[in-house]
């Protein structure tokens, strides 16, 4: 059965950084793609950042420069490294992997 699961999410001032996680098992997900999207309330789920199987990588205008994307194989994880967090990078972030998707992870950024 396939599984995955995010982690990492919680509450940032602005200014801030969270380090978010996904682990993919049931499928060997070092042969597929995976990233990060996330959806504000009210707005349509957006694509941040993705790595391909080759570790080529991928980042939203948005986030360039803030945010970094990397990948264990080894262990089915993909991260989101997230520098510099502004209130408009609130929302739920999603981890794709292959076609499958998590649940989701809660991030705020306040103060």
């Known amino acids: 059965q396939v599984h995955v699961v995010e982690s990492g999410g919680g509450l940032a001032q602005p200014g801030g950084s969270l380090r978010l996680s996904c682990v993919a098992s049931g499928f060997t997900s070092s042969n597929y793609a995976m990233g990060w999207f996330r959806q504000a309330a009210g707005k349509s789920r957006e694509f941040v950042a993705h790595v391909q199987s080759n570790n080529t990588t991928g980042t939203a205008n948005s986030v360039k420069g803030r945010f970094i994307i990397s990948r264990n194989s080894a262990k089915d994880t993909v991260y989101l490294q997230m520098n510099d967090l502004q209130p408009e990078d609130t929302g739920v972030y999603y981890c794709?992997?292959?076609?499958?998707w998590g649940q989701g992870t809660q991030v705020t950024v306040s103060s």
């Open positions: 794709k992997a292959g076609a499958y």
